[in-house]
T-cell receptor
């Protein structure tokens, strides 16, 4: 069964304290790995797409990496405004199917 | 604003009533998706359209749910005879047709069934 698992469920950091979020996946027909940020009561905001093992993408304090089994979202020197839920999703694409399979997210709180 | 637009943002309804939500995708996008998200969970896939054709439906989409996308533009999601278990955030997303491109989400419609 296709599955995406994120860890930890919640993470509390001090401002400036770097860390990583994990996303492991078992998805047949994987065509891409997506990261989204979601603020309370809002829709997910697109961050990155990774397509192949070894690929890396960066945006401000965030860097996403991908291996054949998992992806990491590295947060360098976080600020309070980085507090949000970070969602990982695998794109299952092929034949008649085309859908994102989401993990349950990591709730990040950055304290000043 | 050229993002995905959803209406209404919030809906409170009594159990047994019918509700309809609307989604306007990004204009150049021909793929449109509906997802449902409950508290503490990630979004769950409901259905997707390519232009006006509904190509896939999840088992979550019971016969009380129906989605349409007339003329391949906006889409509607209707829930008939709502139940308390239908309370959730309903999210719409759109993307280009080509392969692995990014899906962009709207702000969602928060449904509360009382």
């Amino acid at each position: 069964e296709d599955q995406v698992t994120q860890s930890p469920e919640a993470l509390r950091l001090q401002e400036g304290e770097s860390s990583s979020l994990n996303c492991s996946y078992t998805v047949s027909g994987l065509r891409g790995l997506f990261w989204y940020r979601q603020d309370p009561g809002k829709g997910p905001e697109f961050l990155f797409t990774l397509y192949s093992a070894g690929e890396e993408k960066e945006k401000e304090r965030l860097k996403a990496t991908l291996t054949k089994k998992e992806s990491f979202l590295h947060i360098t020197a976080p600020k309070p405004e980085d507090s949000a839920t970070y969602l990982c999703a695998a794109l299952n694409y092929g034949g008649a199917t085309n859908k994102l399979i989401f993990g349950t997210g990591t709730l990040l709180a950055v304290q000043p | 604003d050229t993002g995905v637009s959803q209406d209404p943002r919030h809906k409170i309804t009594k159990r047994g009533q019918n509700v309809t939500f609307r989604c306007d995708p990004i204009s150049e996008h021909n793929r449109l998706y509906w997802y449902r998200q409950t508290l503490g969970q990630g979004p769950e896939f409901l259905t997707y359209f390519q232009n006006e054709a509904q190509l896939e439906k999840s088992r979550l989409l019971s016969d009380r749910f129906s989605a349409e996308r007339p003329k391949g533009s906006f889409s509607t999601l209707e829930i008939q005879r709502t139940e308390q278990g239908d309370s959730a955030m309903y999210l719409c997303a759109s993307s280009f047709r080509q392969g692995n491109t990014e899906a962009f989400f709207g702000q969602g419609t928060r449904l509360t069934v009382v």
